[in-house]
């Protein structure tokens, strides 16, 4: 992390000189904490005079570092000391710990290092100014002569060098200030220049040129190996790589910009439907003059068994005349078996936590979500702040550079300000942000928790968090260098660690930082898997959101715009837009209840509205069907089934929206037997009162009780089908709906039917409506009977609609309309985005929504991905060592290389930046002499940053032949050191930080560590829409897949596994299924739809296949509106599908039950089943519904607005054109052509075609 150490490493304080061949030499004078050079003109001293004091270890470190200083038969002269040498090899190893993973890059580097200080022929390129202290004379200041081949050569070979750590590029580190805008020059003269490098002991200025003398040694390029070692790896050279592009996408088969195939479906299935409906209309227009209809369908009578109808008419009697006999026993029982079911909602479990709602228990990334909290704990909880410029003008600094509004100094200074008072929230009361924050650094060696160790992504941090450096004059240079090089020494935080500048500044141009005009301010939590350890961070992040609308409401100057979440704010806000909504819902019904109450009444006069107003049918009617809803959350409250804010939202609407029908049905049945008894077209078996009301209710059930069955069969059995879904909020879904849909057919064929008998008890007697003890008769002494008559719908129906729809020159336009429409919505149909963006489900006022949008908008990175590699790879092999790391010798297939490679390609895999890696930063810490130390004590880990140095001694970790890596058994032996150690300027690559977390290992019997399971951390690019986010997920499984079959075949264990793991995959798996899982849901539903009417209309497959084709007309119309209504698909939607197949049975089946149990004449069929259930389709279904959806068009979320008003408003329109528009045109035009093929023979007729 503190990388910018290596900074350090050049100026290696040691530097010699000489006339004949030094110009300086040995340490000779303490300068602060630097070592200065004695000023010298003699020649080169051999490495064997005693009075060097080279040891045997010294000699072969030198030889190793600087092998140009022996000759060839191994005789070295050298123009440093040993005491030089060893100063200037400590300082190295913070370059090696950065550069070292790429040995061509280091060694190249190392050139100009050793040529400072111990090379024989300095005074060919070194030129001192001296300066005397004391009685010595020291050099001051150098003057260096580089080769621009060397120097330009020794940058390409290093430019390519990643830190795993961060994914940033060594040299942006290295460069100080400069950062990405680095160049061969700009790093050599930071690393020469005292003033800004604070690891150079003296003044070093570069000069360059291909001139004689210049320092100018063989270099190499990063793709060559040098002396047996190999070249740098893919990761840290490309041209390592070879061909690394990726597969060419195929382009989509696509017409005028829609897929080929539903634009070739559409077109056929138009073409033909109109060519058919046109035809069949010339065939009628011809025949206009003659009966085109036979007297019977007699191959209609071979295929229907109508003694099915028969026997559900007679048991729907049955029960209607009993219901109607003991009315109040009926209620009692039906109260209790309310009473019963309904105690179980004190059972009840509400889910809240979307990740139970959306990720089924056995789903892949929900296993492996489980897998990495259980292993490696869940991701931290974040508290985020966005704050935005308004009405700022640009800033334009000294030197005419032009910042983005966000760098004005004010602006800042009270975003500082903010960030200390957030930091303030609880310390009062003991229960501060350091109690429960994310503090990466954090050990048994820092001491108590402070709040400086805490994790605070914030430009503040660039200042130390002191406000006196934010307000001088030079800030915006400060942010400019940390900008660049955020890993500087002098850029890190409290806390220890470099801010990313991606997560901290924010704008319209995403390319260029320093035009921001938002600054972000993040503040990070620990989180836990057991809920209960997270109390004291619930507790806090409901204080910031407290603090946080306080400010924004009362102390946010005029030119702040603010946006902030915590990482509980979305289940807060989803619970309270459920409250929310309970009032639109709760309108909602009201509206529905006024409407049912003033249509169910069949009013025959002014004088007797009191009579026959059935309002307090209509309120028994709602509760009937609360009642069902209260029953089922009750029924699945014992069976121990959670249930969700949607299902409690949705659900009353859905039971009343589908149930409703059924009491119009019922209610209109009861009014047709009532009427035809009136006029003696149906006689009772007996004149007595009591047995002419058991006929009235036995008729009406028995006549309203089989289309009853028949939907609600099909409705239950389409949610039914929703049930094997894996999502458990689908899931949960249909099945408290299947068993509220059932109970409420019960109680509205027992209990309505029963309340439906009192109230016909009290309209004869002639009482009020609701003021039952007024007896009208008694108020107007009027005892005559006003005869009952047909509705006005019912009158409107049979007077003009009827007649107009099935008029011959009307049938042909609504039949092309209609096959115009279908081949439109096939069409468009794979064009419907999948998705639902998280703001949808935010009430609109809401500040997470704000803030949403915000993230969306303003973030420069994405999310992160962890690639875990689960146990099973064999870490004392260190072949299999070489299958996950990125540097020199790793395999060009490593699981490191691969993600490396990816991350190039950032548009078609959604990678970016190299994923962090703690097997390869292990390799340079360990290479790091300074690095891994020990407690002369106890032999146990001592940081290397322990104050008192003298109880620590240095590791001796043994290194491989190449000198690249430990050895297997210093893996094993120092890899929990590693994990223990943090990072430093002296040592940037220890582990703790990084990959203590992120690692587990089990210590064997000789105390060496076995390494189980890891992970490696890369990000995602920024991701904004749904769409970005479920296609990030599918390449991240891909290449999950791809990379775990590389390790099983290479390793021959198929137990090994990789996997990557983000915190939205759980989100978002479901989509990469959607199109699959909602075919199969639709398609299930549709065959059911079909089975259930087959067999409860007596195996009547005409009448089935008529319902099938409706049913399916209208799904396919309504998801070509979904498309044309930007309406995504999502789980959301896919329930909304699947409640459209259940109630567009409603819309088909009552009309087509009504015709296929007709004994009218085929000619009279369609016609009298328009008129008798047209109208009931139309008032009870259609109108009802429509009532109450047009109050959800008010409803505070947009996920309300989108999915359940436009949704259900769709459903309800597209249902009504269908059932009262086209069926019966479809069913005319059927019933003629079935005519015809029974070979009937069109006979003369002088009546008027109709």
Request: aromatic letters at 12%.
């Amino acid at each position: 992390m503190k990388l910018n150490v290596v900074v350090l490493v050049l100026m290696l304080h040691i530097f010699v000189e000489v006339t004949a061949d030094c110009v300086m030499y040995d340490a000779c004078v303490l300068d602060g904490v630097h070592w200065l050079n004695c000023k010298v003109d003699h020649p080169a001293k051999p490495i064997d005079d005693p009075i060097n004091e080279w040891d045997k270890d010294s000699i072969n470190l030198l030889k190793k570092t600087c092998p140009n200083v022996f000759d060839e038969d191994g005789v070295g002269h050298t123009c440093c000391s040993h005491k030089q040498f060893n100063i200037m090899y400590e300082n190295l190893q913070m370059a090696a710990g950065i550069l070292a993973r790429c040995p061509t890059c280091y060694l190249n580097f190392v050139e100009h290092i050793c040529g400072l200080s111990c090379n024989t022929n300095q005074h060919e390129y070194l030129n001192t100014i001296d300066e005397t202290v004391g009685d010595t004379l020291i050099v001051r200041e150098l003057l260096y002569n580089l080769s621009t081949d060397y120097a330009y050569t020794t940058y390409e070979s290093c430019s390519q060098v990643v830190l795993p750590q961060s994914g940033n590029l060594a040299l942006d580190v290295m460069c100080g200030s400069h950062g990405a805008n680095c160049t061969p020059e700009k790093l050599f003269d930071y690393l020469g220049d005292k003033e800004i490098n604070t690891f150079t002991p003296f003044q070093i200025t570069f000069s360059y040129g291909n001139v004689p003398g210049a320092f100018s040694p063989k270099v190499y390029k990063c793709s060559e190996s040098i002396k047996g070692i190999p070249p740098c790896s893919c990761v840290d050279c490309q041209s390592t790589c070879g061909d690394i592009s990726l597969p060419p996408i195929e382009d989509d088969c696509l017409v005028l910009g829609i897929n080929c195939a539903s634009f070739s479906a559409a077109i056929v299935v138009c073409v033909l439907m109109s060519c058919l409906f046109i035809g069949l209309s010339i065939n009628e227009y011809i025949r206009r003059d003659h009966d085109y209809f036979s007297e019977e369908f007699t191959c209609e009578n071979k295929l229907v068994y109508r003694g099915l109808n028969n026997i559900l008419e007679k048991l729907f009697y049955r029960l209607g005349a009993g219901c109607a006999k003991r009315p109040t026993l009926v209620i009692m029982i039906a109260s209790w078996v309310i009473v019963a079911l309904g105690y179980g909602f004190v059972f009840l479990q509400v889910t809240t936590d979307p990740v139970e709602l959306w990720s089924a228990p056995n789903s892949v990334v929900r296993q492996q979500k489980d897998y990495f909290d259980a292993r490696f704990g869940p991701f931290y909880r974040t508290s985020q702040i966005f704050i935005k410029a308004v009405g700022i003008k640009n800033v334009i600094s000294e030197d005419g550079a032009i910042y983005g509004p966000a760098f004005n100094q004010t602006f800042l200074m009270k975003i500082a300000e903010l960030q200390q008072e957030v930091l303030k929230i609880g310390v009062s009361e003991n229960k501060g942000l350091e109690k429960i924050c994310f503090a990466p650094l954090r050990s048994s060696f820092t001491g108590p928790n402070v709040i400086d160790q805490c994790g605070v992504m914030s430009f503040f941090g660039y200042f130390g968090d002191e406000m006196e450096q934010l307000e001088q004059n030079n800030y915006l240079s400060i942010i400019s260098d940390c900008v660049s090089n955020s890993f500087a020494v002098e850029c890190l935080a409290p806390w220890g660690g470099g801010v990313d500048p991606n997560l901290i500044f924010a704008g319209e141009n995403r390319k260029d930082l320093k035009s921001s005009d938002t600054i972000i301010l993040t503040f990070l939590i620990q989180n836990h898997v057991d809920k209960k350890e997270l109390e004291g961070a619930l507790e806090w992040e409901k204080r910031f959101i407290e603090f946080m609308k306080n400010f924004d409401a009362n102390l946010k100057p005029e030119f702040m715009d603010l946006a902030f979440s915590a990482e509980r704010s979305i289940e807060d806000e989803l619970d309270r837009v459920s409250q929310a909504e309970a009032g639109t819902a709760i309108i909602s019904y009201a509206v529905m209840f006024v409407y049912i109450a003033l249509s169910l009444g069949n009013i025959r006069s002014m004088k007797t509205i009191m009579v026959d107003s059935k309002m307090t049918l209509g309120l028994i009617g709602i509760v009937t069907v609360l009642s069902s809803v209260f029953c089922s959350l009750g029924f699945f409250g014992y069976v121990g089934v959670p249930t969700t804010l949607l299902i409690i939202e949705v659900l009353p609407f859905l039971v009343l929206a589908i149930g409703v029908d059924n009491i119009f049905i019922v209610v209109s049945a009861y009014n047709d037997i009532c009427i035809k008894l009136q006029k003696g077209t149906l006689i009772p078996p007996d004149e007595s009162d009591e047995a002419k009301k058991l006929f009235i209710f036995g008729s009406t059930l028995a006549k309203a009780g089989p289309s009853m069955i028949l939907t609600t069969a099909s409705q239950c059995a389409c949610f039914a089908i929703g049930s094997l879904s894996v999502m458990p909020a689908v899931n949960t879904f249909a099945l408290y709906a299947t068993v509220a849909l059932f109970l409420d057919f019960v109680f509205q064929i027992t209990a309505f039917l029963a309340f439906l008998s009192l109230d016909c008890d009290r309209q004869l007697s002639g009482r009020w409506d609701i003021l039952c003890c007024v007896d009208q008769n008694k108020c107007s002494g009027d005892q005559q009977e006003i005869p009952l008559t047909k509705g006005v719908l019912n009158k409107m129906f049979k007077k003009f609609y009827t007649p107009a729809v099935l008029h011959w020159s009307v049938k042909p336009v609504v039949a092309v309309v209609f096959a115009v429409w279908l081949g439109a919505s096939i069409m468009v149909i794979p064009h419907i985005e999948i998705g639902l963006e998280q703001d949808m489900a935010m009430p609109k006022d809401s500040f997470v929504r704000k803030y949403l949008l915000k993230v969306g908008n303003a973030m420069q990175v994405g999310p992160p991905v962890y690639w875990v590699v689960k146990e099973g790879l064999n870490y004392s092999d260190e072949e299999q060592h070489n299958l996950l790391c990125g540097t020199s010798a790793c395999n060009i297939d490593s699981v490191l290389t691969t993600l490396y490679i990816y991350s190039g390609f950032s548009d078609r895999t959604y990678l970016t930046k190299t994923p962090n890696s703690w097997i390869d930063d292990f390799y340079s810490w360990s290479s790091s002499i300074s690095c891994c130390q020990y407690f002369y004590s106890n032999n146990s880990f001592c940081p290397h940053t322990m104050e008192n140095s003298s109880l620590c001694g240095e590791c001796k970790i043994d290194i491989d032949e190449n000198g690249l890596r430990p050895t297997i058994d210093s893996f094993e032996q120092y890899l929990p050191y590693f994990l223990q150690d943090n990072p430093s300027p002296k040592c940037a690559k220890g582990g703790h930080a990084s990959y203590s977390p992120g690692l587990n290992y089990v210590l064997d019997d000789a105390g060496k560590a076995q390494t189980l399971d890891s992970y490696f951390m890369g990000y995602h690019k920024t991701l904004r829409t749904s769409e970005d986010f479920y296609e990030a997920y599918r390449f991240a499984k891909t290449t999950g897949e791809q990379l775990t079959t590389m390790l099983q075949n290479r390793t021959g264990n198929e137990k090994v596994e990789i996997f990557p793991y983000s915190i939205f995959y759980v989100f978002f798996e479901q989509y990469l299924t959607m199109w699959e899982d909602t075919v199969n849901s639709l398609l299930y539903s549709l065959i059911i739809v079909f089975v259930v009417s087959f067999v409860l209309m007596g195996f009547d497959i005409f009448s089935s296949l008529i319902i099938l084709i409706s049913v399916t007309m209208i799904l396919v119309d309504m998801m070509g509106l979904m498309y044309w209504w930007s309406i995504s698909l999502n789980a959301v939607s896919l329930v909304n599908l699947v409640m459209c197949v259940g109630i567009a049975v409603e819309f088909c089946s009552h009309i087509v039950h009504s015709y296929a149990t007709s004994t009218a004449p085929p000619n009279m069929r369609v016609s009298e089943a328009l008129t008798e259930m047209g109208s009931n389709v139309l008032s009870g279904i259609t109108l009802t519904k429509f009532a109450g959806i047009v109050v959800l068009g008010f409803a505070e979320s947009e996920i309300f607005e989108v999915f359940y008003f436009r949704m259900f408003l769709c459903i309800v329109l597209v249902g009504a054109a269908h059932g009262l528009i086209f069926l019966p045109v479809f069913l005319d035009y059927l019933t003629r052509l079935f005519s015809f093929m029974c070979g009937s023979k069109p006979k003369p007729t002088n009546e008027k075609y109709n």
